[in-house]
């Protein structure tokens, strides 16, 4: 197997794993502000695609392959959990006729 | 010869075919069943004791055993079916099946309008089947089956009329005051098995017999008195003779059966039985002896003013009772059983007339609403009358004999005795005759015109009395079961005076009855009116009644009700049920509030745990 190529020395690990940090405080506070299911949904995928980012990062920090896989294995839970999920929201929207996701509690208590 | 199983086994299956089948067959089948069944036990009876030779005066002494299987078998316990006949078991068995053939035709006829008809045979079959268990077992424990049967017969005999709760009541008193005496029965069982090693009586009476007069007292005694208190609470003796005279709630023919001829003399016809066992201890005989008088006494008073004619009857049942114990603590067993046969003779007899009146009377029972009958119920008038000279001991009845010999045998051990037994014999002639003027003399009291009874009752009747008149010297049963006496050396010579003595104190309590409520009636008035406060206490049967109520039963109800019902059951177990499922419910609910519904607030809190986790892992050097 050919050698790697080498990355360009100038961009160490840590600002990958920060700008996925960041994404990840991203998705989770607009998951718990955001009142639109919609927008919380796209939130999930977004603190999903940055966990993505990490793992890919340490898989290539590391020189294993490991990482590559565990992020195929996210994406394909994503696109299923994406299918499931807007097949959910579609759902409560015809019975409630709404998407503001405290008017969906009825499992309290 | 039949084989003896037979016996029990006829009236066991009319007691199932009346039982299964009865309701659909009718009443004449039903009654052909019962009777039939009973009289072929008679007929085998008969034969088998033909057989064996029983009918005459030089009978074996040793029993007859059938051994038929293993019952139970662990460790030392070695049990089995077996059955035996032997002079006193031969005795009871004719008692039995005869009496009681004579009953169940005379119940056809009382029976005859009477709901339950099927039932009813079913249950008296049912009895007979236990009784000849319990006479014929020949180990102890198959006689406490039959024990425990007769119990259970009884019970469902006196609340046969269940609908009222007299009757269903006091059928439960029988049932539970002789469940204390059973419990002693058994415990004397336990006692025996533990010292002799079986229940046999074969084996455990000649191992009891080889032990010297003077060695194992105290065991004896122990086993005796408990044996004796099982005997007290089946032939309703003091404390526990309290039963007795409530069950005349149940059906005439019942009371006649089972609570004067045969049940209620199984005590006395156990401690007989026992009687190697009870001559071993002194302090059991006079115990018997001791409480049997005192019985006598006590229920011969309280007889003396009753006015109901079943009480009356159900009184002198339990005095007659405390005679056979009596004669059993001074060693005269062979009279103690003579005493049996004859009093069922006479008492069946009595009760059957008593039926007689009541059925004429329409279920009057009441003897002050009576008066008169003589002429309109001629038969039963004459029965009822050789029945009650019998009772009274009238000379050459067959009353006369056995009770002239408990007597004469009680004076042998203690004058005391026997003057006691004298003055309570002229109770008896007194209450007896008092029940018979009351009922038969004087003016009409009641209303409704009596009537005489079917032939089916007048018979039995007809039969029982002649055997109350002539059966004392018929059977002599004092000579043919003198082998059960423990031989003195000294020779007992019969005392005439004594005889003359008790056959005057019975002759005095005819005449007082004569002169109290026939010649002047209004005597009797007086003489209650003068002794008011121990005439009370008679009519109120001393109170035990109410004793017992308020020192036994009351504080069982009230603790069982107030300790253990709502301070153990309420309090403590369901407390802590109840506390374990409040604590649960209690943190539920705290937890309960996490659950709002906002899946904002269920993220929120994984977001706070995630931090929590991760800050945690972070402080303690993260992971390695």
């Known amino acids: 197997m050919p050698p790697l190529p080498e990355l360009p020395a100038a961009t160490p690990v840590a600002w990958y794993l920060l700008l996925s940090a960041v994404l990840f405080a991203i998705g989770a506070a607009g998951f718990l502000f ?32 490991d990482g590559h896989i565990f992020s195929f294995f996210v994406m394909v839970v994503a696109a299923a959990e994406a299918a499931v999920g807007l097949g959910i929201i579609l759902t409560v929207f015809k019975n409630r006729n709404t998407l503001h996701i405290d008017e969906v509690d009825s499992l309290k208590n | 010869m039949p084989p003896l199983w037979l016996i029990p086994t006829f009236p066991l299956l009319g007691a199932v075919l009346n039982g299964l089948f009865g309701r659909r067959l009718g009443k004449a089948v039903v009654s052909l069943i019962a009777i039939g069944s009973v009289a072929a036990s008679f007929a085998t009876v008969l034969m088998v004791l033909n057989g064996l030779g029983m009918f005459s005066a030089s009978a074996p002494e040793a029993p007859h055993i059938e051994r038929y299987f293993t019952w139970i078998a662990s460790g030392d316990l070695n049990i089995g079916f077996d059955l035996m006949v032997d002079r006193l078991s031969a005795v009871m068995l004719m008692v039995v099946t005869g009496i009681g053939l004579l009953i169940h035709i005379y119940a056809t006829g009382y029976m005859a309008h009477e709901g339950g008809y099927y039932r009813f045979f079913a249950y008296l079959n049912l009895f007979m089947f236990f009784m000849l268990l319990l006479v014929l077992g020949a180990n102890y424990l198959v006689m406490f089956v039959g024990w425990e049967g007769v119990g259970l017969c009884s019970y469902l005999l006196i609340g046969f009329y269940f609908l009222e709760k007299v009757a269903s009541d006091a059928g439960n008193k029988a049932f539970i005051v002789n469940r204390i005496g059973d419990f002693g029965f058994t415990l004397g069982a336990f006692l025996i098995f533990a010292n002799f090693g079986s229940l046999d009586f074969g084996a455990v009476f000649s191992k009891a017999a080889d032990m010297p007069h003077d060695q194992g007292a105290g065991l004896f005694t122990a086993i005796c008195l408990l044996l004796f208190v099982g005997a007290a609470g089946k032939s309703a003796q003091i404390p526990l003779y309290v039963w007795l005279p409530d069950a005349m709630a149940g059906p005439t023919p019942v ?104 059925h004429a009377m329409h279920h009057e029972q009441d003897m002050t609403k009576m008066g008169g009958l003589w002429n309109k119920t001629p038969i039963t008038f004459v029965t009822l009358f050789a029945a009650a000279l019998a009772i009274a001991g009238f000379p050459f009845t067959s009353g006369y004999f056995s009770k002239d010999a408990i007597l004469e045998a009680a004076h042998g051990r203690s004058p005391v005795l026997y003057w006691i037994g004298v003055v309570t014999a002229g109770m008896t002639a007194f209450y007896v005759f008092r029940s018979i003027f009351m ?10 015109d009596p009537h005489e009874s079917p032939i089916s009752m007048t018979v039995p009747l007809m039969i029982l009395a002649v055997l109350s008149l002539a059966g004392g010297w018929l059977f002599n049963i004092g000579s043919y079961l003198e082998y059960l006496v423990p031989k ?94 409040g604590l649960a419910r209690t943190i539920g609910g705290g937890l309960k509030s996490l659950q709002s519904g906002y899946i904002r607030s269920y993220a929120a809190w994984v977001v706070i745990g995630s931090v929590v986790i991760i800050a945690a892992m972070s402080l303690m050097g993260g992971y390695r």
């Not at chain 1, 639109?36 to 990490?54: D, G, H, K, P, Y």
């Not at chain 2, 009922?439 to 409704?448: A, D, E, L, V």
Request: aromatic share 14%.
């Open chain 2, 439 to 448: 009922t038969f003399f004087g003016k009409f009291r009641g209303h409704g």
């Open chain 1, 34 to 65: 955001r009142k639109n299911i919609i927008t919380v949904f796209m939130c999930i995928e977004l603190m999903l695609n940055a966990v993505n980012l990490s793992f890919v990062a340490f898989s290539y920090q590391f020189k294993q392959v």
């Open chain 2, 255 to 358: 009371s006649a059966l089972i609570h004067a001829a045969t049940m209620v003399t199984a005590g006395v016809y156990m401690v007989s039985r026992s009687a190697v066992l009870f001559t071993h201890s002194p302090i059991a005989m006079d115990t018997v002896a001791v409480v049997g008088l005192a019985t006598a006494v006590m229920a011969a008073t309280i007889g003396l003013v009753q006015t109901d004619i079943k009480k009356v009857y159900a009184y002198s049942t339990v005095s007659q009772l405390g005679y056979m114990f009596l004669a059993c603590g001074v060693g005269a067993f062979n009279f103690g059983i003579y005493h049996v046969v004859t009093h069922a003779f006479f008492k069946a007899l009595l009760f059957l007339g008593a039926g007689s009146v009541i």
């Open chain 2, 488 to 581: 003195h050396g000294e020779e007992h010579h019969a005392d005439h005076m004594l005889g003359y003595i008790a056959t005057a104190a019975g002759l005095i309590g005819i005449a007082l009855a004569w002169l109290f409520y026939v010649a002047a009636p209004s005597l009797a008035d007086s003489f209650a009116n003068a002794f008011k406060m121990p005439y009370r206490w008679l009519l109120n049967k001393y109170y035990v009644d109410e004793a017992y109520d308020s020192v036994i039963v009351r504080p069982i109800i009230e603790g069982s009700r107030g300790v253990l019902w709502r301070g153990m059951d309420v309090g403590l177990i369901d407390g802590i049920v109840n506390g374990i499922g």
